[in-house]
């Protein structure tokens, strides 16, 4: 199994240009998360997807856009690329989906991240 | 709503001394809670877990964890530190659909 998957690892963008970062799980996991992680910010959530066909926003979703492919693929756009969202960002997959009672924990599995500098 | 409480951004220990990284939380509920290793330029991986049962829980890499419910903490523990245990510590309450995640200790070992 490979896990969480991110592509692409790093990437380079002038203020303005989109791009979208792929994310892919093969652990039949429900939920899928995109995180961003800030120099002593710690790990603050865009946007999740607790089951298919289902998205939510996070703390900071404002410049992203997030689509649900299917099961497995999570991926996240930014329109209008800002040097703000100069980052590195994380999926993370967790088995609770919908269906789940409250006794079942949310542990995650974290992909290796995609280092984002906007110019 | 839960919070998590991360002591410290920075620990430093020597090689061979006992790492201690601090953690309280605050729920309403029950919490499950978690410490996750994150190595430089590498994702977040989990350490160890609490979800019911023994409050001391083992995890990988000698490392463990006491939930000590009077004090709401979820402190991290391992007696001697090596170099590799250079990262940093993230801990985290889940049991909803969005895990809360403490800001992160960074864990500095000298030789």
């Known amino acids: 199994n490979a896990g969480v998957t991110q592509t692409p690892k790093f990437q380079v963008l002038k203020t303005g240009q989109s791009m979208t970062l792929q994310c892919a799980q093969d652990?039949?996991?429900?939920?899928m998360y995109w995180y961003r992680q800030d120099p002593g910010m710690g790990l603050r959530l865009i946007y999740y997807?607790?089951?298919?066909?289902?998205?939510d926003k996070g703390e900071v979703p404002n410049g992203y856009n997030v689509s649900r492919l299917n099961k497995r693929e999570f991926s996240l756009r930014l329109e209008s690329a800002a040097p703000s969202q100069t980052s590195v960002y994380f999926c993370?997959?967790?088995?609770?989906?919908?269906?789940?009672?409250?006794?079942?924990?949310?542990?995650?599995?974290f992909g290796p991240g995609t280092r984002l500098t906007v110019l | 709503a839960q919070s998590v409480t991360q002591l410290g951004s920075h620990v430093s220990v020597s090689e061979g001394a006992l790492v201690l990284l601090r953690c309280n939380y605050s729920?309403?509920?029950?919490?499950?809670l978690f410490w996750y290793v994150q190595y430089p330029n590498q994702g977040l991986q989990l350490l160890l877990k609490?979800?019911?049962?023994?409050?001391l829980v083992k995890g990988i890499n000698g490392f463990e964890a006491e939930f000590k419910k009077s004090e709401t903490s979820f402190h991290l523990t391992k007696p001697s530190a090596h170099m590799s245990d250079a990262a940093e510590y993230f801990c985290?309450?889940?049991?909803?659909?969005?895990?809360?995640f403490g800001r992160g200790t960074s864990l500095i070992v000298h030789p």
């Open positions: 997807s607790a089951s298919e066909g289902t998205t």
């Open positions: 993370a997959s967790s088995l609770r989906g919908t269906s789940g009672s409250y006794s079942s924990y949310n542990e995650q599995f």
């Open positions: 985290a309450s889940g049991g909803s659909y969005i895990p809360t």
């Open positions: 729920s309403s509920v029950p919490p499950y």
């Open positions: 652990m039949n996991h429900n939920s």
């Open positions: 609490y979800t019911t049962g023994a409050t």
